[in-house]
């Protein structure tokens, strides 16, 4: 079985967009491979209206904007897709995800990014499932698409595959070198701030469960004594 292959598909518009992905998961049904296609609503239901609803059962469509409105809960999404694939006993599957698109916050963004680069990690042993990820040259910054062709071993425009950053994607980004190393916005809606030790940690839970369950989007600061702590 081939390796795991992770390829960014650029198009400009939606009609280059069927033009790209239709093709990729027509093939995939020809060969009864599982296909999970996480794009957003209106792009969901022009592939359905050209494919059909499911694929007599093998294509599973999510709404991104669900999906991903937090970028960290991608990756859960396709390890279950390969997770009952392979219960299945499929050995090969597809997926299809544009986990970025106009008007994603500069933070999700940057999550986005992330995603990206730590899927190559957290599918590098999962030979037979092949993930092309759409990014729409004409709406995108052009920032977003130098980061795409340092997060996909493979970049294709539809008709040149681009490998030549698969080494560099290797080196930089397959193992990413300082995980959150971007600094974190200031917090919103602070509601309380707690020093604590580990002989107070009971009432560090009763404040976090206070929080939780009177106040939603809210932020809790606390203190960490260090030298409490590791003693």
Known sequence: MADFRHEAILYRGESQFLERVVPFIRDGLATGEPTLVMVNRRKI????ETIGIDGDGLIDYRDMGLVGANPARIIPAWNEFA???AHRGALHMRGVGEPIWPGRAAAQLEECHWHEALINRAFARLPGFWLIC??????LDPKVLVEARYTHPLVTDGMVVDSCSAEAARQEFVVPTAPLASPLPAPDGVVAALGFDLGTLGKVRAL??????HVS???VVMSFARSQIAA
């Open 45 to 48: 239901d022009a592939l359905r």
């Open 83 to 85: 997770v009952e694939g």
């Open 134 to 139: 759409p990014y729409d040259v004409e709406a």
């Open 217 to 219: 989007g809210s932020t």
């Open 208 to 213: 976090v469960a206070a929080v939780d369950s």
